[in-house]
T-cell receptor, first 109, second 115 residues
């Protein structure tokens, strides 16, 4: 079951904050976040393994609520370099990631 | 060290022809994945290799698609009798693969166009 990402797209001014959500109908073992710039391959951002765990990467952080089977990615004081499509991948106890459809983020100066 | 490499970067073929796409994973990575990404869409899982285990082919869309991994390293994805709907970017990723779903490192992809 593909996780649901929301919103599908968001447009921000440089310096604004954004939240991208990823929800699953299945119990999750981990949530993975990747960013893909246009014409490039997806690049790993972070993995969250436990309920309530939070991680940070530059001004990008994420939370994982295992009970609610959802994760949120927080982009603070967005920079132009943050533009791209963000994908979440969810995994149960298996190895295989099921990918969301992506959230397109556009940052304007 | 070198990342995941894929070749060719672009492939244009005629409907009905066979194509082979190659992936060189990061040295030492035991897990290898193939994905397909249509324009503006997400990642569609195709096949997964882990060490010497039998591959998980559950994502292959039809029997025209096959893949092999020789010597636990290089992998080739073959599409027989290509159709226009096969046009997409084919991404390969590898990971250490020692336990559970870990970080996947993606190659640059092969853009396949079927005329």
């Amino acid at each position: 079951q593909q996780p649901v990402q929301s919103p599908q797209a968001v447009i921000l001014r440089e310096g604004e904050d954004a939240v991208i959500n990823c929800s699953s109908s299945k119990a999750l073992y981990s949530v993975h976040w990747y960013r893909q710039k246009h014409g490039e391959a997806p690049v790993f951002l972070m993995i969250l393994l436990k309920g309530g765990e939070q991680k940070g990467h530059e001004k990008i952080s994420a939370s994982f609520n295992e009970k609610k089977q959802q994760s949120s990615l927080y982009l603070t004081a967005s920079q132009l370099s943050y533009s791209g499509t963000y994908f979440c991948g969810t995994a149960d106890s298996n190895y295989q990631l099921i990918w969301g459809a992506g959230t397109k983020l556009i940052i304007k100066p | 060290g070198a990342g995941v490499s894929q070749s060719p970067s672009n492939k244009v073929t005629e409907k009905g022809k066979d194509v082979e796409l190659r992936c060189d994973p990061i040295s030492g990575h035991t897990a290898l994945y193939w994905y397909r990404q249509s324009l503006g869409q997400g990642l569609e899982f195709l096949i997964y290799f882990q060490g010497n285990s039998a591959p998980d082919k559950s994502g292959l869309p039809s029997d025209r698609f096959s893949a092999e991994r020789t010597g636990g390293s290089v992998s080739t994805l073959t599409i027989q009798r290509t159709q226009q709907e096969d046009s997409a970017v084919y991404l390969c990723a590898s990971s250490v693969g020692t336990s559970g779903p870990d970080t996947q490192y993606f190659g640059p992809g092969t853009r396949l166009t079927v005329l």
